[in-house]
């Protein structure tokens, strides 16, 4: 069965700095990998996917992610923190039919 | 905008007293979906329909029903809520694609009292 794993419950880290957020993954067959940031009591927002191509996905809000496949690795990345990002992110794998499967959130907390 | 909506936003009920929250999009997806999300934890999957095609999770419980009249809405009922019910729900919705991206609603923060 495919799975995700974020090892770190919580990510701090200054404004300015670069951040990155950690993503594992098992799955049978072609990966499809997601990352998704959900604010304080709002629904996930859809950050990036990676489904084939460049190893280096662009999204939102400056958000980047580098899939690898060797170290089965989908990390979430910024160059530059902003205190606006922080939140709550979870990576997310699809699994067979329609069903996303979800890891259980890092937070990120961005100190000014 | 496109976009899917929640309604209420915040929902108190009485242990065991029926309850039903709503879900509609203008994004004509063909795929809605149901979680459970409790504690800033992973959303877990309820059900989700494929069109009218409805897809139980295996652990979700009985107590759980939903119906889609059409491809607009989609519904939630708890027919008997217990305090451990307690929770955000959210909707999501997505294409029918594989690799396609859900996007979700604000979420119902449901009370049991």
């Known amino acids: 069965a495919q799975s995700v794993a974020q090892p770190e419950d919580q990510v701090n880290v200054a404004e300015g700095n670069p951040l990155t957020v950690k993503c594992t993954y098992s799955?049978?067959?072609?990966?499809?990998l997601f990352w998704y940031v959900q604010y304080p009591n709002r629904g996930l927002q859809f950050l990036l996917k990676?489904?084939?191509?460049?190893?280096l996905v662009k999204g939102s809000y400056g958000f980047e992610a580098e899939f690898n496949k060797s170290q089965t690795s989908f990390h979430l990345k910024k160059p530059s923190a902003l205190v606006s990002d922080s939140a709550l992110y979870f990576c997310?794998?699809?699994?067979?039919?329609?069903?996303?499967?979800f890891g259980a959130g890092t937070r990120l907390f961005v100190k000014a | 905008d496109a976009m899917v909506i929640q309604n209420p936003r915040y929902q108190v009920t009485q242990f065991g007293k029926p309850v039903t929250l709503s879900c509609s999009q203008t994004?004509?997806?063909?795929?809605m979906y149901w979680y459970q999300q409790k504690s800033s934890q992973a959303p877990k999957l309820l059900f989700h329909?494929?069109?009218?095609?409805?897809?139980n999770e295996a652990d979700t419980p009985d107590n759980f029903q939903s119906r889609r009249p059409n491809t607009s809405f989609c519904f939630l009922d708890i027919r008997s809520p217990g305090l451990g019910d307690a929770a955000m729900y959210l909707c999501?919705?997505?294409?029918?694609?594989?690799?396609?991206?859900?996007?979700f609603g604000p979420g119902t923060r449901l009370t049991v009292l």
């Open positions: 999501a919705t997505s294409r029918a694609l594989a690799g396609g991206e859900q996007f």
């Open positions: 799955v049978s067959g072609n990966p499809y």
């Open positions: 990676y489904i084939t191509g460049d190893n």
């Open positions: 997310a794998v699809r699994d067979k039919g329609f069903k996303t499967i």
């Open positions: 994004l004509n997806h063909n795929v």
């Open positions: 329909y494929y069109d009218k095609d409805f897809n």
